[in-house]
C-alpha cells in the first residue's frame, strides 16, 4: 500500500452486460421496456392507493411503500445502464459511483424491511382479526415505516463511509453494470478486512434477521390455522399472504442464491444474471403479483377510473 504511486481515481469504468454488440440494441429495447414497465406497474400502485380510500388500510400503505421503494431501487440503477448502453461512454465519476452505492443499498435494505412489516401486518390479521384495527393503529404503523428508514440510512451510510476511506489506484474497471460494493472493494488497493467485517456481520444480520422475522411470522399464522382447520381459513390465509409470500421467495431465493451458495465456477456473468434478477425483474413483477389476483386493487382501479370518465363528461 505504501509506496505504490497513489494516483487517485477520478472515475470508473462500468463495464456493464456481458452483451454481444450485434445483440446490444435488442438488449437495449427489453431494458428500456422493463424499466418503463416498472415504472408504471409502480406508480399506478401508489396512485391507486393514494386516491382510493378504501384502500387506506395498513396492508396497503404498506405495499404503497414498497412499490416507492421498488421505484427508486429500479431507478438507481436502470437509467445508467440505459445510458451506458446507447452512448457507448462506460464511465461513471467516482462521486457518482458512491452516491449510486449508497442508494442501491438504502433502497434494497428499505424494500427488505418493508416485507417484515408486512408479514407482521399478515400475522396479526390471521392471528388476531378482531383485535386487528385495535393493534395496528395509525402510531405502530408509522412505527413501522419510519424504523426502516432510519435503520436503512445508518447502515447504508456505514458501508458508504468505510468505502470513501478506501484509496482506487490504477485498475477502475468494474465488471459490473452498477457500482456494486464487492465489485467495488476487489479493486481498491487499499486494506479492505475491515470493510468485508462489516460487510460479513452487518450485511448478514441484516439479511439474516428480516428473513427470520418473516419466517416467524409465517411459522404463527400456519400453527394458528391447523389449530383450527377450516377451508374459509385456508383461503383467507392464501388470498392474504399469497402474493406476499411470493415477494419474498423472489427476493430471498436470488439473495440466497447469490452469497450463500457461491458455485465454484461463480462467474462474472451469474453474478451479472442474479443482480439482474433483483435489481431489475423483482421491482417490476411485484406490482403484478400484487395487483393481478387481488379484488381490491381492482375494484380501486373500476372506481377511480369511472370517478375519471364521470368528471370528464360532467
Ligand atoms: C407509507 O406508510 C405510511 C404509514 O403507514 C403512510 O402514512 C404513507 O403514506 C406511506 N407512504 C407512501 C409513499 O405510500
Known amino acids: 500500500m505504501t509506496g505504490r504511486n497513489e494516483t487517485t481515481v477520478s472515475e470508473f469504468l462500468l463495464l456493464g452486460l456481458p452483451i454481444k454488440s450485434e445483440h446490444q440494441n435488442l438488449f437495449y429495447a427489453l431494458f428500456l421496456a422493463m424499466y418503463v414497465t416498472t415504472t408504471l406497474g409502480n406508480l399506478l400502485i401508489l396512485v391507486l ?15 404503497s411503500n414498497l412499490s416507492f421503494s421498488d421505484l427508486c431501487f429500479s431507478s438507481v440503477t436502470m437509467p445508467k445502464l440505459l445510458q451506458n448502453m446507447q452512448s457507448q461512454d462506460p464511465s461513471i465519476p467516482y462521486a457518482g459511483c458512491l452516491t449510486q452505492m449508497y442508494f442501491f443499498l438504502f433502497f434494497a435494505d ?4 418493508l416485507l417484515v412489516a408486512m408479514a407482521y401486518d399478515h400475522y396479526v390479521a390471521i392471528c388476531f382479526p378482531l383485535h386487528y384495527t385495535a393493534i395496528m393503529g395509525p402510531r405502530l404503523c408509522l412505527f413501522l415505516v419510519v424504523l426502516p428508514w432510519i435503520l436503512t440510512t445508518f447502515h447504508a451510510m456505514l458501508h458508504t463511509l468505510l468505502m470513501a476511506r478506501l484509496h482506487f489506484c490504477e485498475d477502475n474497471v468494474i465488471p459490473h453494470f452498477f457500482c456494486d460494493s464487492s ?9 479492505t478486512r475491515v470493510n468485508e467485517l462489516v460487510i460479513f456481520f452487518v450485511g448478514g444480520l441484516i439479511i ?13 399464522i400456519v400453527s394458528s390455522i391447523l389449530k383450527v382447520p377450516s377451508a374459509k381459513g385456508i383461503c383467507k390465509a392464501f388470498s392474504t399472504c399469497g402474493s406476499h409470500l411470493t415477494v419474498v421467495s423472489l427476493f430471498y431465493g436470488t439473495i440466497i442464491g447469490l452469497y450463500l451458495c457461491p458455485s465454484a465456477n461463480n462467474s462474472a456473468v451469474k453474478e451479472t444474471v442474479m443482480s439482474m434478477m433483483y435489481t431489475v425483474v423483482a421491482p417490476m413483477l411485484n406490482p403484478f403479483i400484487y395487483s393481478l389476483r387481488n379484488r381490491d386493487m381492482k375494484g380501486a382501479l373500476r372506481r377511480v377510473f369511472c370517478k375519471k370518465k364521470n368528471a370528464f363528461s360532467l
Open 183 to 191: 465489485a467495488l472493494l476487489k479493486l481498491s488497493c487499499s486494506d
Open 110 to 113: 428499505l424494500e427488505d424491511f
Open 208 to 220: 439474516v434477521i428480516p428473513f427470520l422475522l418473516i419466517i416467524m411470522s409465517y411459522a404463527r
Open 49 to 63: 392507493i393514494c386516491l382510493d380510500p378504501h384502500l387506506h388500510t395498513p396492508m396497503y400503505l404498506f405495499l
